[in-house]
C-alpha cells in the first residue's frame, strides 16, 4: 500500500556530514507527519527528528543543533541533514510516515527498512 525507501547512508569520518533521504509511496491520500529514528548497536531505538504537515519540528536533544529535519511535500519526502558528526552517531536510522490512505479516515504508519550510517576514521 506505501512504500518507504531510504537512501544517503554510508561511511563518513568524524566531523562530517550526511544526508538522509526518504521518499514514500503508494495510495496515499495526505501525510499527516513524517520522522526518523536511529538504533545503535546494543541501544533501544530512538526518536531522533519529526517533522509534521504544518511544519512543526521535534528533534531529540542528543542531536539537536546538528541534526536538522526537512520535507518536500510535493515529492512525499523527508530529509535528515546530519553535520559535525561523531562515532557515537552510528546507528541503522529509519524513517517513518504517518498516512492517510486513499479512501480511509485513520492515519496508518509505516517504516522504511533502513539505512546505516557509520561514523568512523
Known amino acids: 500500500q506505501v512504500q518507504l525507501v531510504e537512501s544517503g547512508g554510508g561511511l563518513v569520518q568524524p566531523g562530517g556530514s550526511l544526508r538522509l533521504s526518504c521518499a514514500a509511496s503508494g495510495n496515499i491520500s495526505s501525510i499527516y507527519g513524517m520522522g526518523w529514528s536511529r538504533q545503535a548497536p546494543g541501544k533501544l531505538r530512538e526518536l531522533v527528528a519529526a517533522?509534521?504537515?504544518?511544519?512543526?519540528?521535534t528533534i531529540a536533544g542528543p542531536v539537536k543543533g546538528r541534526f536538522t529535519i526537512s520535507r518536500d511535500n510535493a515529492k512525499n519526502t523527508v530529509y535528515l541533514q546530519m553535520n559535525n558528526l561523531k562515532p557515537e552517531h552510528t546507528a541503522v536510522y529509519s524513517c517513518?510516515?504517518?498516512?492517510?490512505?486513499?479512501?480511509?479516515?485513520?492515519?496508518?504508519?509505516?517504516w522504511g527498512a533502513g539505512t546505516l550510517v557509520t561514523v568512523s576514521s
Open positions: 517533522l509534521t504537515g504544518g511544519g512543526a519540528t
Open positions: 517513518h510516515a504517518l498516512v492517510y490512505l486513499a479512501g480511509h479516515d485513520d492515519v496508518t504508519a509505516y
